[in-house]
């Protein structure tokens, strides 16, 4: 079982800067994806960035490139993503989730573990 917890969240004015955080607990070694998603009010859950471990390929909404990194630090077991030149449309709940699946994928249904979220807003 793997136990995912994220941290960073916040209430930013738009073209602000968040990082989040995603800390990786318990048995992590049939873990090959981990990504972030998030859900607005009224709005399906939304794929924002994978990231496929060991391989080290990244996949970006278009919604966020080039404002958007998804990075990870082995050592800490820890996910991140870099979030710059924040909108108002990024406002949502944002969850980090970990894949079984050996390949870089951003459907939610491929991920096995789920953290509980964090809340970014974005003011205009």
């Known amino acids: 079982q793997v136990q995912l917890v994220e941290s960073g969240g916040g209430s930013v004015q738009a073209g602000g800067s968040l990082r989040l955080s995603c800390a990786a607990s318990?048995?992590?070694?049939?873990?090959?994806?981990m990504g972030w998603f998030r859900r607005a009010p009224g709005k399906e859950r939304e794929g924002v960035a994978s990231f496929w471990i060991g391989i080290g390929r990244t996949y970006y909404a278009d919604s966020v490139k080039g404002r958007f990194t998804i990075s990870q630090d082995n050592a800490k077991n820890t996910l991140y993503l870099q979030m710059n030149s924040l909108k108002p449309e990024d406002t949502a709940m944002y969850y980090c989730a970990a894949s079984r699946f050996r390949t870089l994928t951003n459907s939610p249904s491929d991920y096995d573990y789920w953290g509980q979220g964090t809340q970014v807003t974005v003011s205009s």
């Open positions: 318990g048995y992590t070694g049939n873990v090959y994806s």
